[in-house]
DNA sequence: CTAATTCTTGACTAAAATAGTCGGGAATAG
DNA sequence: CTATTCCCGACTATTTTAGTCAAGAATTAG
């Protein structure tokens, strides 16, 4: 999990479109105007976005994106995932070296807390950013939230 | 909030730290061995580390640096805040335009979960990860934590 | 005291990622 | 037909990341 700029404005990307995109499409033109991206950089990142299934497109005049199912079932972590393409950061992984090593044991606890992270964000979606509501609190029993939410 | 391979390398370090301090100081020598970081750029995470109160140094041979405070009482979000210098991403504030305009709508909505993100990477201590132990499964009341969770 | 060790600091550099540019296409609504 | 819009690849400038180098200050071991 890589939380870097791109991601910043790729959900800001679609937070536009999950707010403006009513019945029809957004133009990336609209978009790159409201949020101050350019054009050029919205479309390559909306290139990733339509291969990861996370928005539609439709050419020609009146054309555009939108949301590819409801914003309550776009996940944070979907679109920073989309965008990222998250490299591999295993350095011993492979290389057959580092038998329980400290640099495997540091490296194992940090994949932990980057998995905790993605955890997180796949349960916040569009829908919930826009009503600044935590989805967690939707959950009925507390047990099965801290169950979601413990470390593996 | 950002989180890039820098915040990773500082956690990692500070994780080496935390296993393998005990009573004596450890070096940058050490943790550049063992973790394969170069021993200048430690140098230099380790600068921040220090000026964020984060470790404590000790010059001359088997001199190094140990943490400042209990594993406890020290977490990823201020690890990461120590070597990050989180640039302002502000871009409509104190122009004075866009007034509750889309932009700075969806900007105040990516600030909230940024916010969420720091919020819960600051219950995370080092020696929560050690221990690979969710802190919030010690919390009492599940409602204490559900509005210690909650968006603002 | 001396010498080895280790942190401290600043300037510099190579490599990678980020953000943006450009130019040409293809589809489609009107 | 034509304007609009997505689509795609190559290219470029800027910034960040990660690393290098060199000099120096503190401190401990002997």
Not at 27 to 48: M, P, V
Not at 129 to 146: I, T
């Amino acid at each position: 999990m890589k939380l870097t700029t791109r991601g910043r404005y790729a959900v800001t990307a679609m937070l536009d479109l999950a707010i403006n995109g009513g019945s029809r499409p957004v133009s990336l033109a609209d978009i790159s105007g409201r949020q101050e991206i350019s054009l050029s950089y919205l479309e390559q990142l909306f290139a990733k976005l339509r291969r990861g299934k996370l928005v539609v497109s439709a050419r020609g005049p009146g054309g555009g994106y939108r949301l590819a199912r409801s914003r309550t079932e776009i996940y944070v972590a979907q679109i920073i995932d989309a965008v990222d393409e998250s490299v591999d950061v295993t350095n011993c992984q492979g290389k057959g070296n580092c038998h329980q090593g400290e640099t495997c044991l540091t490296h194992h606890l940090w994949e932990d807390l980057s998995g905790q992270i993605h955890e997180f964000l796949s349960h916040i979606s569009l829908g919930d950013l826009m009503e600044k509501r935590d989805p967690r609190n939707r959950s009925v029993s507390a047990d099965g939230m801290l169950q979601t939410l413990s470390l593996r």
